[in-house]
């Protein structure tokens, strides 16, 4: 079993920048695809970026490519999301989650076998 805890988030103004963590314990994720995922009010859970076991495959939604870094560092069993020139529509909660398959589809969070509570983010105009 994978806990995962994510933390980070905030308040942050349009065009600043925040990065998120997910610490992992339970047991060693250096195997697992992460990914980070987002949920705004009234809407559903949206693919943000992920990354293979290796860290050197990433992927990232079309709306965050260009300012949104996802990395890991396996050795502290923790992934981090760099988010820069934050937009208003950013704002939503960040979740983090792991996948025992690899080689999975990273982008669909039906592949992902465990998640964490999730980090409010909150982008001011």
């Known amino acids: 079993q994978v806990q995962l805890v994510e933390s980070g988030g905030g308040l942050v103004q349009a065009g600043g920048s925040l990065r998120l963590s997910c610490a992992a314990s339970?047991?060693?994720?250096?195997?697992?695809?992460m990914g980070w995922f987002r949920q705004a009010p009234g809407k559903g859970r949206e693919f943000v970026a992920a990354v293979r076991r290796s860290g050197v495959s990433t992927y990232y939604a079309d709306s965050v490519k260009g300012r949104f870094t996802i990395s890991r560092d396996n050795a502290k069993n923790t992934v981090y999301l760099q988010m820069n020139s934050l937009k208003p529509e950013d704002t939503a909660v960040y979740s983090c989650?792991?996948?025992?398959?690899?080689?999975?589809?990273?982008?669909?969070?039906?592949?992902?076998?465990?998640w964490g509570q999730g980090t409010q983010v909150t982008v001011s105009s």
């Open positions: 989650a792991a996948d025992r398959n690899n080689y999975g589809d990273p982008t669909a969070a039906s592949d992902y076998d465990y």
């Open positions: 339970g047991r060693t994720i250096g195997t697992y695809a």
